[in-house]
């Protein structure tokens, strides 16, 4: 109801002040002790994936906190579990403004962002800061001024200090705003990361005393043959799981509307169908021995229904809070845990 009300005041701010005027607003309603008002009283099986007990199956995506600063706000609000990031080994500013956009018409966002952050070291600080005792996922990526071909270095580096901090790690290589990125999903450069991260999780969990999972965060603008190799990759370095996916550059949806051919990677509704294609193939693939997250365009309980029923375990939101608000979570908890 309250989001209802705010949601034109908030449209009508440039997409990226809004951004953080709603994460800041979430937070001071936190701390007055008000986001209890919007939490679901759902009760959810606990989902367990990966050797992870999950409470519901509804998470965060990475990309809305991007440097675990509102981290304790975010969970107020009944998530399952809270993945943050994309970082990087370096703090860098990423794209220049505006680089963010809205497409109401259509009910998706580009965003062209960048990887935008604070660097790791940063965002471990805001992790230990935090109360939060949930299952929090940590994105990695690489800086934009570090070669492609020593991008594993920076995954490394990421893996390493975010490992002790976090419940799972999500190995981002498909977002379409740092160049070169999404060429890691080449199966010729995605052995060689995947094998480094695998033989990295060995020794940091015998380190560490503990085994967090890794997974792979991949693209939905992939071909049959793409998504399989993938897929084989994934079972051969016996990766800990999958989401799929991330933006799309396919514009097919937006033509003509405004900021339709603005750069960057488009999600909401218009890539809904895309992610799921996607969802379908590796379930095919990989045949439930690697769990699959699904994440792309879920406004709806019915939405996430789909995910699930195209063979993904737990979903993940983030454009659709932008267009429904806090209500979106009891939808979906209502959709899958009743």
Known sequence: MLYSLLRPIVFQMDAERAHHFT????????????????????????????GIEFPNPVGLAAGLDKNGEYIDALASLGFGFIEIG??????????????????????????????????????IENVKKAKFNGVLGINIGKNADTPIEKATEDYLICLRKVYPYASYVTA??????????RQLQDSTELGGLLGALKEEQTKLAEQHGKYVPIVLKIAPDLDGNQVKA???LLLHYKFDGVIATNTTISRDAVQGMEHGDEAGGLSGTPVRELST?????????????????????????????????????????????????????????KSLCQ
Not at 91 to 106: C, S
Not at 172 to 181: A, D, E, G, R
């Open 23 to 50: 994460l800041n607003m979430i937070r001071r309603l936190d701390k007055l002790g008000l986001t209890s008002l919007v939490k679901p009283r759902i009760k959810c099986q606990p989902t367990s994936l990966m």
């Open 86 to 123: 994309t970082i990087t080994p370096r703090p860098q500013p990423g794209n220049p403004q505006p680089r963010l956009f809205r497409l109401p018409e259509a009910e998706g966002i580009i965003n062209r962002m960048g990887f935008n952050n604070h660097g790791v070291d940063a965002l």
């Open 172 to 181: 981002n290589i498909s977002s379409p705003n740092t160049k070169n990125l």
């Open 230 to 232: 993938i897929a084989e």
């Open 277 to 333: 294609a996607v969802i379908i193939q590796l379930a095919e693939h990989l045949k439930g021995e690697v769990p699959i997250i699904g994440a792309g365009g879920i406004l709806s309980g019915e939405h996430a229904q789909q995910k699930i029923a195209a063979g993904a375990s737990m979903v993940q939101v983030y454009s659709g809070l932008i267009y429904r608000g806090p209500t979106l979570i009891k939808d979906l908890l």
